[in-house]
C-alpha cells in the first residue's frame, strides 16, 4: 500500500550538509507518523526524527537535534531531512518509515512503530 523511496545520499566532508528525500504514494488525508532511521554497522538502529501528517508536529533524536530538520511537502508526498554541520559520527545508512494510521499526537522515534521502510541512502561524512 506504501511505497518509499530515498534519494539524497552521498560523501561529504565534516562539517558540510545534505538533504536526503523520500517519496511517499501514500493518501493525503491520512492521520500517520513518518520518520528518519539510520545504522551504521555494528550498531542499533537509531531513530532520528519524526513527523505527525496533521500539523507536521516534530521530534528529534538528542544527537541530531540544531543540525538535522525534518520536513514534508504540503501534499506529503515527499519527505525531507535537511542535515547541517555534518560529523563523521552522523555516517550511517539511511532509511525512511512510516507507520499505520494513527490517531495519537506524538511520533515515536522507535522502529517497531513503523511498518513500511524504504531501502534506504548511504550518507558517509569524512573527518
Known amino acids: 500500500q506504501v511505497q518509499l523511496v530515498e534519494s539524497g545520499g552521498g560523501s561529504v566532508q565534516t562539517g558540510g550538509s545534505l538533504r536526503l528525500s523520500c517519496a511517499a504514494s501514500r493518501t493525503t488525508d491520512s492521520r500517520y507518523c513518518m520518520a528518519w532511521f539510520r545504522q551504521a554497522p555494528g550498531k542499533e538502529r537509531e531513530g532520528v526524527a519524526s513527523i505527525f501528517s496533521d500539523g507536521g508536529a516534530t521530534a528529534y533524536a538528542g544527537s541530531v537535534e540544531g543540525r538535522f530538520t ?43 512503530f513503523y511498518i513500511y521502510w524504504g531501502q534506504g541512502t548511504q550518507v558517509t561524512v569524512s573527518s
Not at 555534518?86 to 495519537?104: F, H, I, N, Q, V
Request: aromatic residues 12%; hydrophobic residues 35%; charged residues 10%.
Open 70 to 112: 525534518i520536513s514534508r511537502t504540503n501534499a506529503q508526498s515527499t519527505l525531507y531531512l535537511q542535515m547541517n554541520s555534518l560529523k563523521p559520527e552522523d555516517t550511517a545508512m539511511y532509511s525512511c518509515a512510516a507507520s499505520r494510521l494513527w490517531y495519537g499526537s506524538f511520533c515515536s522515534l522507535s522502529g517497531p
